[in-house]
C-alpha cells in the first residue's frame, strides 16, 4: 500500500492551493479516505473524510465552506480544494486510508496507511 501526497506550497492568505493523493496496492474504492494536518507543536487533526461511493463524510468545523474533498476511484485519487485560505491554515497536510469495518474516524488511530505529507504555508 502507498499513498502519496502532492500540491502544497506557498500561497498568500485568500489564495488557493489543491491536494491530491494518489493510492496504490490496494483496492481503494472498498475504503473511507481522509485529510489529516499536523501544525508545529500541535498534534495531527482531522480535516476532511469521504466515503468509498464519493459522499463526504466529515468536515472539521475550521474549513467547512472552504475546502471540499472529492475522489476518483478510477484513478485511485482523493484531493483537497482549499480556498480562502488563512495563516492558520498553515500545516503539513497527510492523506490516510481508515482502516476497513472502523466506525470512527476522527482519530489518527482509526487509520492504517498514511502519505508522506505535503507542506502548506500561507502567508499573511
Known amino acids: 500500500v502507498q499513498l502519496q501526497a502532492s500540491g502544497g506550497g506557498l500561497v498568500q492568505a485568500g489564495g488557493s492551493l489543491t491536494l491530491s493523493c494518489a493510492a496504490s496496492?490496494?483496492?481503494?474504492?472498498?475504503?473511507?479516505m481522509s485529510w489529516f494536518r499536523q501544525a508545529p507543536g500541535k498534534e495531527r487533526e482531522i480535516v476532511a473524510a469521504?466515503?468509498?461511493?464519493?459522499?463526504?463524510?466529515y468536515y472539521a468545523d475550521f474549513v467547512k465552506g472552504r475546502f471540499t474533498i472529492s475522489r476518483d476511484n478510477a484513478k485511485n485519487t482523493v484531493s483537497l480544494q482549499m480556498n480562502s485560505l488563512k495563516p492558520d491554515d498553515t500545516a503539513v497536510y497527510y492523506c490516510?486510508?481508515?482502516?476497513?469495518?472502523?466506525?470512527?474516524?476522527?482519530?489518527?488511530?482509526?487509520?492504517?496507511?498514511w502519505g508522506q505529507g505535503t507542506q502548506v504555508t500561507v502567508s499573511s
Open positions: 469521504i466515503r468509498w461511493s464519493g459522499d463526504t463524510l
Open positions: 490516510a486510508r481508515r482502516i476497513r469495518g472502523r466506525i470512527s474516524y476522527v482519530s489518527t488511530t482509526d487509520y492504517d496507511y
Open positions: 496496492g490496494y483496492t481503494f474504492s472498498n475504503y473511507v
